[in-house]
C-alpha cells in the first residue's frame, strides 16, 4: 500500500488498482470543523485535478480534486450523516471516496510522504 499526497492536501492511499481519497490531517486541521460533505456519484468519471467533491467547515467551503484520472467505485455514506470522520479520523474512517485507476503513471507526479512533511512545515 502506497499514500501520496497533492500540493492541494488530498491523499490518495493506493491498494492495487484502486485508490482511497479524502483530505490530510493538516487540511482539516485549517479547515475546522467539518459540517457538510458533498460527495461525487459512483460511476463518475474524473481527470486529474478535476473538482471531486466539496467539504464545508464552520470556516468556509473548499473544493476537493481528483489526484488521478480514474472512475469512482464507492463513496463514504457515512460522512452524509457524520461529516466529523474527516476531523476526527481523516485518514481511516473519514475517508471521501474510491477511484478505479485509469492511469497508474500519474502518481509519480504526487508528493511522497517527505515531499508533503515539506510543504507543511
Given amino acids: 500500500m502506497t ?13 492495487g488498482a484502486t485508490g482511497i481519497v479524502g483530505i490530510t490531517p493538516y487540511a482539516q486541521e485549517q479547515l475546522g470543523d467539518i459540517v457538510f460533505v458533498e460527495l461525487p456519484a459512483v460511476g463518475k468519471v474524473f481527470k486529474k485535478g478535476d473538482e471531486a467533491a466539496v467539504v464545508e467547515s464552520v470556516k468556509a467551503a473548499s473544493e476537493i480534486y481528483a489526484p488521478v ?8 455514506d457515512a460522512l452524509s450523516n457524520e461529516p466529523g470522520l474527516i476531523n476526527s479520523d481523516p485518514e481511516a474512517a473519514g475517508w471521501m471516496f474510491k477511484i478505479a485507476l485509469s492511469d497508474a503513471s500519474e502518481l509519480d507526479g504526487l508528493l ?8 507543511t512545515k
Fill in 3 to 15: 499514500t501520496k499526497f497533492t500540493p492541494d492536501h488530498e491523499y490518495i492511499r493506493v491498494e
Fill in 69 to 76: 484520472s480514474g472512475t469512482v467505485t464507492e463513496v463514504n
Fill in 112 to 119: 511522497d510522504d517527505a515531499g508533503y512533511a515539506e510543504l
